[in-house]
């Protein structure tokens, strides 16, 4: 939808000449002779349209100071990220010689992750449906293909007994109705009470709007669910008055309300305010849209994959989509189109009504401080319930960062991040905690264990033979005299501002920070990834930790985006400084504090490859000594591959 | 001073045709000059939306990547010793026209300019690597810096859309 203003006042559709002329010109000129007349006439045009130009520019300026050329690049950097697009704009666009890195097969072939879902080749983005039935757990994807960008979409389709050992299976659906011809986009499950499934999905039809339709598994009895059906009655719901034809898509897993019908929630804007669209169903052809909103934030643009659930205000289990009671809070989630950025908030749903009021307002879905699942890169995500086990998982696409010319040249484009469990932090109440699925373990080889103290401007290779395929989880401590120096201290600032991004990244030293691990790193560090920690003084003289990771430094290629991600992460009284990190080739996810704050980065090394790549440990804190004690395995292959008859056989590897 | 006004206004509505979006559009992105006559010299321009107007700029990304392959095929028998950059350059333009240019179509014409504003970003990328790999000066510089403008103009215009 257009959202340009018009700054010229256009009124009149008559011709402006020949109007204002007889008009205009006042009745004492009239006696001067025509050809003066005409001469002093159009010099004034001249100069008139000279004011007018510089006016006019002028004008727009002041009027949109906030919306000149900078805005966007601010909007993405208000969100606290180098979004990917502006890094690089900035960085290259300038007169400065940027040397051309021309990519080889041996180094883009590196980069295929070996334990992460992702594709043959082509391209993916949203994961769609996930669900889990007659003991696979099903994965449907956005895929392209015939190319490695986004384009010609179709459902992928893969299943898993483990949610690590995919299979890929045969396409589930494509475009081959009106009302999807333009492409079959993202959608999510419901089971009815009678255990069969149904999925609704955003249809682009064949004059490009967006319209929400019905399907289901052709044969139930199928349990790798290879063909689905599409309702003959298609589609079900098409955007409402005063939504845009192209603002109406991803609706969310349906919950039953306690009147026993099913409810919906489909993402929208209204002018640039997100908002979340409800209905309720009984039958999941015919629906009632509510008046109201299940939610709304001002400011916050199109709402693309909202997705909306209970979690336990107590119990670190996941809970069925419909569940609702006193000891339950409920998440609102939506991707924001405008930065690329996942968001969250708890808060209370009201099912009389079918609205949700945030616990905390000013962190609200959308804005800019808004909890992310993810401060890296990670989007269009999704939970579904897991019967078998009890769990609420989430799914994250992991785009790529590198330039377009790489993805087509190597085949493809993004992964999926490693599927993890949600629960309500029980301690804070106020954020989520995601881990990685316990079937990950299943893929953990050797190991080796370490206990090191590292003195302030350490680094320490960290021997472990093969340095791309690792699980690590280490435990810091600062060596408490340090701590004590540090409060005792008082003409040490708070740290207000800090954060990763304008904090310099790893090179810049505090007293308590930065230290972490280097991963992805060559012998000589002429290319690494620092995942770390840096500790400062907060508000209040209380200790502030903030978890990072580093790319700035992690390739000397040119045409890939390399931001500093990261985020303040809660350290509870008592608790040791812990984080896990997963590298799995060109992804990298770290997890601190159990899974308090989460950072996914993509990484494009071109020395730091294959039996070169290494890992380091490093404390670049001024004061401090820290003590690391740490496990790193060597992590197996998943051996992601085309479902065949022998799979059946197989049994399941946890 | 009241006769200025009315000029100002007269020359205004000259600027502007009937129902064109163009200037207060162009006003919002990094070259309003370059945007201005870009748009104006497609017939389709004045009548446009937004969409329209992105899916024009994307028309002349399009083609400057068309001219600037055709360059680069003619250098190599002029500059044989540039051949190096020249192939990284014949790549990286090869992917403008086969990947940039087609996504940013259809994500601009089916409502999901997001992956638009990917294609748009990537074209104006390629084209600096392409000149990053010359050092300094090359027969390319003005056409590749060309595009790295008409892709921030054509972002600016796809953000519009999101």
Redesign the interface.
Known sequence: MASTEALLPVTSRQDPLSESRSDQIPETRRRRPIKVHLAVYSGLLLIALYVALIVTHDGSTAQHGAKDESSTESRASLAGVSEKSNDRVSRLSDDRKVEAFPWNNTMLSWQRTAFHFQPEKNWMNDPNGPLFYKGWYHFFYQYNPNAAVWGDIVWGHAVSKDLIHWLYLPIAMVPDQWYDANGVWTGSATFLDDGSIVMLYTGSTDKFVQVQNLAYPEDPSDPLLLKWAKFSGNPVLVPPPGIGAKDFRDPTTAWKTSTGKWRITIGSKINRTGISLIYDTTDFKTYEKHDTLLHQVPNTGMWECVDFYPVSKTQVNGLDTSVNGPGVKHVIKASMDDTRIDHYAIGTYYDSNGTWVPDNPSIDVGISTALRYDYGKFYASKTFYDQNKGRRILWGWIGESDSEAADVQKGWSSVQGIPRTVVLDTRTRKNLVQWPVEEIKSLRLSSKKFDMTIGPGTVVPVDVGSATQLDIEAEFEIKTEDLKLFFDDDSVEADKKFSCETSGGSTARGALGPFGFSVLADESLSEQTPVYFYVTKGKHSKLKTVFCTDTSRSTMANDVVKPIYGSFVPVLKGEKLTMRILVDHSIVEGFAQGGRTCITSRVYPTKAIYGATKLFLFNNAIDATVTASFKVWQMNSAFIHPYSPDDLGVPSRT | MK??K???????????S??S?I???C????D?SLCVSLLNSDPRGSSA???GLALILIDKIKGLATKTLNEINGLYKKRPELK??LD?CS??YK?IL???V??AI??I???????G???V??A???A??????F??RSPLTSLTKSM?KI??VT??IV????
């Open positions: 006769m200025m009315v000029m100002m206004l007269i020359v205004m509505m000259m600027m502007v009937e129902g979006i200037e207060p559009t006003k919002e992105t990094p309003f939306d937004t969409s190096r950059a990284e790549r990286r992917t086969n990947a940039d087609p996504e259809e994500a014409s089916k409502g999901v300019p997001k992956f504003e990917d294609g970003i990537d104006g990328v390629e600096s690597v392409c000149q990053g790999g050092n300094g790295q892709s921030n972002r600016a953000r519009m859309l999101l």
